[in-house]
């Protein structure tokens, strides 16, 4: 299925702020940082640090249906100063 992510920080600078890879109908954060890599090798060290975020609440090994999803982020790991 055709999804569209949104890319926050330096990860939505090197990929132009949104994404639209194929997932399957059940996701994981594993799925959506896989067929982010897939689209883009080059970046495969940066989008592996990232987080997943599914309906404005960060996932971990937990799967959602596809149907249940409104969106989904891409969060690189921030530091505070």
Avoid: R, W
């Avoid at 194929?22 to 970046?43: G, N, S």
């Amino acid at each position: 299925m055709q999804t569209k992510i949104k890319a926050f920080a330096y990860s939505g600078e090197k990929l132009n702020h949104e994404v639209i890879v194929d997932l399957p109908l059940k996701v994981t954060k594993v799925t959506v940082l896989e067929a982010i890599k897939q689209q883009f090798p080059q970046y495969k060290a940066e989008i592996s640090e990232c987080s997943v975020a599914i309906n404005q609440s960060f996932i971990g090994k937990e799967s959602y249906v596809m149907s249940d999803i409104a969106e989904i982020a891409l969060i690189p790991p921030v530091s505070g100063g």
